[in-house]
């Protein structure tokens, strides 16, 4: 079966400070991966995904993610935060042989001024 | 223009009720779904139609009937209501049903079960 983990529910940054959002899958297969981010009262916007070639995936609006086999991870990082990051984000794996991504619970990131 | 739309955004019913959520995609995919996001987040799936078929159908009550007339609509219908339905019910499409393929959310429909 897999899974993903994200571990913290709530982040808080200061402005300008390095963001990291932790997620560990479980796969019994090569996984694909996603980040996802979801602004209040808004739908779900792909941020980046990993799908087995290059595993440093760089996505929209500065963030980048890196693929680590041997850790099972895929953290999104930006190097420097910005107001208008706060939002929840979500890390996904597309499950083998079921057409379906499964979600992980999701970290609030919060940017203080 | 936007890509997926679904109606309404917001829904209050009394307990008992019957409502659907109507969904439209004008993105060409072949592959919708339908999620249910609870209070705290959580984000399940629920159904996934491709080609107007039926490809997930996960453990959810039977009073949830999704209902695909074409492949760009995919409307959920849901008999008898109960407080326990209230959540964040979003549709999704993708290109098709590979494991890498994007999938872009709507808006989102906040269903409220008085």
């Known amino acids: 079966a897999q899974s993903v983990t994200q571990l913290g529910s709530h982040v808080s940054v200061s402005e300008g400070a390095l963001v990291l959002l932790r997620c560990n899958y479980s796969s019994s297969v090569p996984p694909y991966l996603f980040w996802y981010v979801q602004y209040p009262n808004q739908g779900l916007q792909l941020l980046l995904k990993y799908t087995s070639a290059a595993t440093l995936v760089k996505g929209i609006n500065g963030f980048e993610a890196e693929f680590k086999k041997s850790e099972t991870s895929f953290h999104l990082t930006k190097p420097s935060a910005h107001m208008s990051d706060a939002a929840e984000y979500f890390c996904?794996?597309?499950?083998?042989?079921?057409?379906?991504?499964?979600f992980g619970t999701g970290t609030r990131l919060k940017v203080l001024a | 223009d936007t890509a997926v739309s679904q109606t309404p955004k917001y829904l209050v019913t009394q307990m008992g009720n019957d409502k659907s959520i109507k969904c439209e995609q004008n993105?060409?995919?072949?592959?919708m779904y339908w999620y249910k996001q609870d209070s705290k987040k959580f984000l399940k799936i629920m159904f996934s139609y491709n080609n107007k078929e039926l490809i997930i159908n996960e453990t959810v009550p039977n009073r949830f009937s999704p209902k695909s007339p074409d492949k760009a609509h995919l409307n959920l219908h849901i008999n008898s209501l109960e407080l326990g339905d209230s959540a964040v019910y979003f549709c999704?499409?993708?290109?098709?049903?590979?494991?890498?393929?994007?999938?872009?959310f709507g808006p989102g429909t906040r269903l409220l079960v008085l």
């Open positions: 996904a794996v597309s499950a083998s042989g079921t057409y379906k991504y499964i």
């Open positions: 999704a499409s993708s290109q098709d049903f590979r494991r890498e393929e994007t999938q872009y």
């Open positions: 993105l060409g995919h072949d592959t």
